[in-house]
């Protein structure tokens, strides 16, 4: 495998000056408060894993990035109205969005949990959370989840714009927890001061009716130039090592999955 993703980067690098470097730049749509996939520094400045792979693979493509920031929730119909070429913003790659969109191979696998205050527990069958308030965010495959399943137990699900304004209403009491993917809530809030007197309770979720096959780069149905040149990109970085140095300064395990 290692040595057709070579091929594959150098194949890439054969064939194109890239499709954008000549006439425009690559843009790519994120939501940037998803830390630490996705987050804004002091400066103001986009950082994360998901904005450094994305240096990593308009480099590998001799293109250049051009960042647009919105909401989760918007990013899809902004690419379909071409405002942006690609979405690189830990979407996961569900049957339900391949209606609308393209998707690269994933990049990174998370399941979900949910998360609530150190010492709750979760019947198999959800029936001891009836009555609570989950939040989660909009348009997410958690969002989907909750409202098929959950919200048939009673919970009342809360939606959200960003990941970051859930964890302000449970700490200050106004939710009674999170369903959200275990990577980002693990090290975005559980890890944090804010995030201390939370904990993970009940199973991990993973079922692809739900929760996709991983996260995915998504373009515009039927451009299967960009396509190409994306998985391309991604094999050739996985092969030269620089996916696991990007990785290596987030997360101290394998993010990438079987």
């Known amino acids: 495998m290692k040595k057709f993703a070579i091929l594959g980067g150098l194949?890439?690098?054969l064939?194109?000056?890239?499709l954008f470097a000549a006439d425009r730049p690559l843009r790519l749509g994120i939501e940037a408060a998803y830390p630490p996939f996705a987050f804004k520094t002091a400066d103001g400045r986009i950082d994360g894993f998901d904005h450094d792979i994305g240096i990593a693979l308009c480099a590998e493509m001799k293109a250049e990035c051009q960042w647009v920031e919105q909401e989760f929730d918007?990013?899809?119909p902004s690419l379909k109205v071409k405002k942006i070429d690609a979405i690189l913003s830990s979407m996961t790659i569900t049957e339900e969005r391949r209606n609308s969109v393209d998707f690269?191979?994933?990049y990174y696998y998370s399941p979900a949990r949910l998360v609530m205050k150190e010492g709750s527990t979760v019947d198999a069958d959800f029936a001891n959370l009836k009555g609570k308030r989950i939040g989660v965010q909009r348009s997410s495959t958690t969002d989907r989840f909750a409202s098929a399943v959950l919200a048939a137990k009673g919970v009342e699900v809360v939606r959200y714009s960003s990941q970051n304004e859930i964890y302000?209403?449970?700490m200050s009491g106004r939710l009674d927890g999170t369903l959200a993917d275990v990577i980002p809530v693990n090290e975005g809030f559980l890890k944090t001061d804010n995030g201390k007197g939370f904990a993970f309770v009940g199973p991990s979720f993973t079922d692809p009716k739900?929760?996709?096959?991983g996260a995915g780069i998504a373009v515009r149905k039927?451009?299967?130039e960009l396509l190409g040149k994306l998985n391309a990109a991604i094999q050739a970085i996985r092969a030269n090592g620089e996916y696991q140095?990007?990785?290596s300064k987030y997360f101290d395990f394998d993010i990438y999955g079987d």
């Open 210 to 213: 739900y929760f996709g096959e």
């Open 168 to 170: 302000l209403d449970m």
């Open 74 to 76: 918007g990013l899809i």
């Open 104 to 106: 690269t191979g994933k």
């Open 15 to 18: 064939i194109a000056t890239s």
């Open 222 to 224: 039927g451009d299967k």
């Open 11 to 13: 194949a890439l690098s």
């Open 245 to 247: 140095r990007i990785e």
